[in-house]
């Protein structure tokens, strides 16, 4: 069995040594085992799952999560209903923020239609009301 050197990994998941590395401390990479020489020996289907941890970060899974997800990928006793509850939790909290930055976003535009950029700073009525209590 193939293994391959931290920065031999690092190098086919496109990742660099700390992202490696933190995979490690996170538990989402297994320690691996060292060579005589001291250096870790990772099977080369860690590439493969350095690029799931990437992919799933892409998708807005936290660190957390994707612990999660690995554990699903090895349990026996898993299915893709478990998978797919994961992903709808997922774009439930995606639809959630979506909908609190929608209300920033009204608000800002609310803010900066009140202000018509002249006049001294003390003035200015965004600050105002950032600084006011509701």
């Known amino acids: 069995m193939e293994r391959l050197t931290v920065g ?3 190098k086919l998941a ?3 040594l700390a992202t490696v590395r933190y995979y490690e401390r996170c538990g ?3 320690q691996p085992p060292r060579l005589s020489s001291g250096y870790r020996a ?3 289907v860690s590439v493969e799952r350095i690029r799931f941890i990437k992919q799933a970060q892409e998708l807005g899974f936290s660190l ?7 554990a699903l990928q090895i349990d026996p006793n898993s299915t893709g209903a478990d998978v797919k509850k994961s992903a709808e939790a997922k774009i439930n909290d995606i639809e959630a923020k ?4 929608s209300a920033m976003k009204k608000a800002l535009v609310k803010l900066k239609a009140a202000c018509n950029g002249n006049g001294p700073i003390s003035e200015c009525p965004i600050l105002e009301s950032i600084g006011s209590e509701k």
Do not use: G, M
Not at 64 to 70: F, Q, R, T, V
Not at 98 to 101: A, M, Q, S
């Open 8 to 10: 031999q990994l690092a």
């Open 14 to 16: 496109r990742v660099n």
């Open 28 to 30: 989402l990479l297994p």
């Open 42 to 44: 990772f099977p080369v």
């Open 64 to 70: 957390k999560e994707i612990k999660e997800l690995l």
């Open 98 to 101: 979506i909908k609190t930055l």
